[in-house]
């Protein structure tokens, strides 16, 4: 049942991580730069940009959590 539960925390925190990410990039205005003709290819690396620095914000957050039941920073 433990499993379990961790498995539901790693799940909410990566979507927490990407939904974060994503509103960061969206912050810096970044369209702005391209052309009306490229908006639909910007948004769509927007999001995949999103999702991976979300994705390794959350690993990174993930294993720092469990570095106190491994004792990995000693």
């Known amino acids: 049942q433990d499993i379990g539960v961790m498995s539901l925390l790693t799940i909410i925190s990566h979507f927490v991580f990407i939904a ?8 810096l205005r ?3 730069y391209f052309t009306q003709e490229r908006q639909n290819k910007f948004k769509v690396a927007l ?4 999702v991976a620095v979300g ?5 990174f ?3 720092f959590e469990q570095s106190d039941k491994y004792d990995l920073l000693d």
Request: no cysteine; net charge negative.
């Open 55 to 59: 994705y390794g914000a959350a690993h």
């Open 20 to 27: 974060l990410s994503f509103n960061a990039f969206q912050s």
């Open 30 to 32: 970044l369209d702005r």
């Open 61 to 63: 957050f993930e294993l």
């Open 47 to 50: 999001v995949l940009f999103s």
